[in-house]
């Protein structure tokens, strides 16, 4: 048995029923067996076995009291993956559908992704089985701090930093913030995805959107292509959906998509400016249904369904986890879609994976291509150290440059390796050599 299929054994065996995570594991494995085969440094030290290996798991139990005076129990985690090259740092997930195999295979995932977004931060990821839909802003409250209540006494700036994620935007980090700063009595860059007015960074909630956009003109200029006059599919409707949304529009592509859990919409006008205004209101304020935007804008819903069976030049999957299955990726390249940018993280199933990369389209894999937020996270941390905000045509230059970078990583180290073009082998190896340095050089922890 070679070395990479021992580690896989050991990883199914250890993590029974993390579907997701072992996912992860093993497309990580796949792209890095050249570089493991080759440098047999990496296999004297283990670095494979260690690096699939959490460094700290932290289970909690969160209760709290909701409107009616009852008592509501849930369960929270951080998982503190690697700290090779910095700080943990990674968002917090608030949905019904988290479990343990979930936050380790977004921290397993923002190990990688950390490395390469060039700014000196380890991988992390938290979150909880709370369901915010339906919740009063009291309860959320009242969630919020007991899950801090136990979280604080594992974060800090210095040591773990987490961020927003699904169910969790800037309504939950001042929630969060508050109570941290409260137990800690201080007032540091524990947590990013802050508001402007009391730490947050200029451009944090557009940086994963946009980033993901930056990444995909990267990815057009490679062939002399650009996002002008592009018809794009978007899923999702949330904070990634709405600044990919808004920066494709500025780019003068077209978007004709929206989705959420219940279903999509098709507006063939596309969704401009003003309908993005719309949705924003609904989605951030209203915490409504995007169904509504169909009625609103005289558009298609599409009661349970995904939006990739709709004719689009580009599509961006903003919403979830293996949102695109293998006949969602064929039925997109049968309708001539030549770029897939992944807003979300591993949205696409490794069916699908394997035929955007063996049909040699320009798919920018989520850990490459949505870094921009962990980016724009790592440069507010940055801010909070010097107590300095940066302006936003400043940030916005850095997550640019940031985002080049991250493609041309992708690139020459997919080409060095004998496959040129194909940015999942180039973003895991790239992550992958730059953590199990600095594993090496720190012995055996
Ligand atoms: P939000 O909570 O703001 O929005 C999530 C969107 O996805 C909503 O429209 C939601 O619909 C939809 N969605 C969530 N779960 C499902 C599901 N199981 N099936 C169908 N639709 C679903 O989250 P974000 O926009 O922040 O995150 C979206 C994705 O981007 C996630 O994969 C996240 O990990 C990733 N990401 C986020 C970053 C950030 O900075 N926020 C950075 C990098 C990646 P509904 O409202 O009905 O639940």
Redesign the pocket.
Known sequence: MGAIEEVLEIVKRRNPGEKEFLQAVAEVMESVRPVIEANKVYQEGRILERIVEPERVVLFRVPWVDDSGGVQVNRGFRVQFNSAIGPYKG?L?F?P?VYLGIIKF?GFEQVFKNSLTTLPMGGGKGGSDFDP?GKSDGEIMHFCQSFMTELCRHIGADCDVP?????V?GREIGYLFGQYKRIANEFTGALTGKKLKWGGSLIRPE??GYGCIYFAEEMLKTCGESLAGKVCAVS??????QYTVEKLNQLGAKVVSL????GTIYDEDGITEAKLKFVMDL?NVRRGRIKEYAARHNADYREGKRPWDIPCDCAFP????N?ISGADAATLLKNGCILVSE???M?SDPQAVHLFVSKRILYGP?KAA?AG??AISGLEMAQNAMRLPWPREEVDRRLRDIMIEIHRQCRVTAEQWGQSGNYVMGANIAGFVKVADAMLDQGVV
């Not at 961020?163 to 169910?167: F, K, Q, T």
């Open positions: 968002g997930r949905h559908s977004l839909k961020a927003g994620d699904i169910g935007g940086a994963a999702g409707s949330g904070n990634v959906a989705s959420d859990s219940h989605k903003c919403a979830t986890e949102e807003g979300a993280n949205p989520g949505n937020g962990v």
